[in-house]
């Protein structure tokens, strides 16, 4: 395995800061930050004494990787999930799913001595298998290895002890609590690739990706990957994307989605959501099927701006559409998305139709005048 191939198939950022725990209400913010790409860096914590707490912020920034992490000899307290304050949970190692941002705690072993460091351990879960190394000190020793013997994760990101725990995105609900709303509207996305690289959410590639059409904030339009919401009301609505059974690839995408934190109502791999029902449907008039059982429709359903739709099977989120703009929802596998595979929300667009007067005052903009040749 080369440093450049890891480079180039995981990148994992880290930003650190250290100090006595933040009230829930206050900005997360970061010290310093490193990145992980293959090669070993020193994270050092300047803080003497016990009972110190120090904030991690992991950003797994790969492309098509789940991403193990974990720091020998401590655990992790994931209190933040995608900017969002999640209910507190101590986990050790942790799995990062794609796209997914995280907040964690750790607390300085009471053991540690300022000649102790910690071996800080990445490691990808899918695809190919690369390995990304660190390590921790307290206090002013630099170390290029672990000088305590207590690994979590192996390299290829099995564990080595049988105290592990496995962070489950899904089990990560939102601090405080928050009601769900009721959704008011459903839209079906048949999640495809139509052709070898050709992928597309909503039936035909999405047109934004090429400089042929104009802005959609300026020139609104009807197209069939273009949804128009709370044209007159605000309207919360429930997306459910289904991989399509003729999909040439059903395997899983990392969805994303501009403009709004949504709530993870559930998702299943290998699995078929009855194209004919509404997510509350399913979850009264099916109550003993493994799809109601995969739905939160409670106040502990996460909150996310990315969630993960597993291979051959569907993702259910809701949100509020209550923020004026153009907003994409799409793959966030770069290939995947410059094919077309997203959609745009345009959303109460009564709070924004000065921007149809403004067309047309825009000047057009001239072609550039073609490079001459040397
Ligand atoms: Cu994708």
Redesign the pocket.
Known sequence: MSSSSMDTGMSLSMAMSSGPMNNPSGTLRAASSETMAGMAVHAQMGADGNNTWFTFHLVNAGAAQEVGFSIDGHGMWVIAADGAYVRPVRIQPQILTLINSLFFLILRPSSARNTNSYTIRAVTRTHQTYEGRAYLTYGNTSANSSTVDAPWMSVIGSFSTNQTTLLDPAQLPPYPLQDLPRATRQLWLD?NQTESTV?VLHRVPFQDNNNRVLPLLLAPRADPGVFSLSETEQEVIDVVMQIAPDSLDA?????HLHGHYFRVLGSKANSMFPSNMTVNEVKNRMRDSDIAAALDLSNTSPQRDSAH?PENGWLAIRFTANNPGVWLLH???N???SSG?AIAFMEMRNHFSSFDTAVTTVPAIAPLTPLAEA
């Open positions: 999640v992928w395997m899983a995408h990392p969805i739709l793959c966030h596998i290939s995947h998305l595979m």
